[in-house]
């Protein structure tokens, strides 16, 4: 099983990015697809919950500071993946995990909110916003 995000880099405050997380070695559709954005000072499995979805069904989890700016979605046929991230801030700056996890399809807003369990990680992708 693997996880490889793209799409990262550096970006102005307004802007925006679209991250992709492609999963090979298995079918997303078997499992939740969730983004986290590690936090300072705190092991990547503590990470915030930026958003998850699960693709078999397109059921979808944001976390509440995102405020509407953030959209996930899946391409099964690619098996992968995206975040869509718009009016970026500083704050937004961050490493961004891929994680999937086959027990959180059963519930998004348990499992999402952090990464403890989760089964699976990509090595992540930083995200730089400028002021």
């Known amino acids: 099983v693997q996880l490889v995000e793209s799409g990262g880099g550096l970006v102005q405050a307004g802007g925006s990015l679209r991250l992709s997380c492609a999963g090979s070695?298995?079918?997303?559709?078997?499992?939740?697809i969730a983004w986290f954005r590690q936090i300072p000072g705190m092991e990547r499995e503590g990470s915030e919950g930026v958003s998850c979805i699960s693709p078999d069904d397109g059921s979808t989890f944001y976390g509440d500071s995102l405020k509407g700016r953030f959209t996930i979605s899946s391409d099964n046929a690619k098996n992968t993946v995206y975040l869509q991230m718009n009016n970026l801030q500083p704050e937004d700056t961050s490493v961004y995990y891929c994680?999937?996890?086959?027990?959180?399809?059963?519930?998004?807003?348990?499992?999402?909110?952090?990464?403890?369990?989760?089964?699976?990680w990509g090595k992540g992708t930083l995200i730089t916003v400028s002021s």
């Open positions: 070695g298995f079918s997303i559709t078997d499992y939740a």
């Open positions: 994680s999937a996890d086959r027990v959180a399809i059963i519930s998004l807003e348990s499992y999402c909110p952090h990464g403890y369990g989760m089964d699976y």
